[in-house]
């Protein structure tokens, strides 16, 4: 595991590490006003990777890296390698009935690290992650994950949206939770090649993945319950996935 609170910072130091491991960077803060050709060119390869990225003052680039030479950048990495798009293509190539699972906009450390110890617990494949709107994959996710976290494939393609595209064009079922529209889920083919995707707290899923669902799944609930949070409603289809999968990894 790696250690998500130590930065990197520096010029060349976070020039190489986007060109080595730029997956695994998490965000990226730059002096707001200080102007340079190579701090530049650092900021617009960010927006090509759709990478993480704040302007800031220097004072809290001090703070981020205990220490004034930083100049005028500060990178943070997940605690764990990212895997990239060929491994993804490969875990899913490996499987029958791949089962993948989108946490979209999911901003609380203890809510993603929950929905990562369900995804082991209920056999999914991989979990895909938006490289913006969503909290870091640090110590506290870990942490909140009872250690799951090295467990499962995870992933923040480039594009996710492009992914999900390619993946419905090859028969995969897009099921998007919705609570206000949607089939129960036990009344939904949920055993054959399926991405589930969850929105976070407050924004639901995103539009530019919700064009992409195929199917919607309501939980039934009481009314006085009104909601379920993301990783609890997650949970639930996982479960009932792998239920009609007939809980194909227990016993091993």
């Known amino acids: 595991m790696l250690d998500a609170d130590i930065p990197i910072y520096g010029i060349h130091a976070v020039e190489e590490l986007l060109k080595s491991r730029k997956q695994d960077i998490e965000h990226v803060y730059f002096d707001k006003d200080k102007k ?7 900021i617009k390869l960010c927006r090509k990777e759709r990478l993480n990225y704040n302007l800031v003052p220097e004072i809290k680039l001090n703070n981020l890296s205990a ?9 943070f990495c997940s605690i764990k390698h990212y895997c990239s798009s060929q491994e993804l293509e490969e875990i899913i190539a490996s499987k029958e009935a791949p089962l993948l699972l989108v946490a979209a906009s999911i901003e609380d450390p203890g809510n993603l690290g929950a929905i990562i110890r369900s995804a082991v617990a209920f056999g999914v494949d991989a979990l ?6 969503t909290v870091a994959l640090n110590a506290s996710v870990a942490r909140s994950s009872a250690g799951m976290v090295e467990h499962l494939p995870i992933c923040k393609p480039r594009n996710l949206e492009g992914l999900l595209n ?4 090859r028969k995969f079922t897009i099921a998007g939770a919705n609570m206000h529209k949607g089939d ?17 707290e407050s924004r639901a899923i995103p539009p530019y993945l919700d064009r ?14 009104q909601s379920l949070n993301a990783s609890a409603a ?19």
């Open 36 to 42: 340079n050709a190579d701090l530049f060119n650092l």
């Open 67 to 75: 220490s004034s030479k930083h100049q005028g950048v500060v990178a």
């Open 128 to 133: 895909l992650l938006e490289r913006k709107n």
């Open 166 to 169: 390619d993946l419905g064009e």
């Open 184 to 200: 129960t889920p036990e009344s939904v083919n949920l055993s054959g090649p399926l991405v589930l995707i969850c929105g976070g």
């Open 212 to 225: 992409l669902c195929t199917t919607y799944l309501k939980i039934p609930m009481s009314p006085a319950a």
């Open 234 to 252: 997650s949970a639930v289809l996982m479960y009932e996935s792998m239920r009609q999968r007939g809980f194909p990894q227990c016993g091993e």
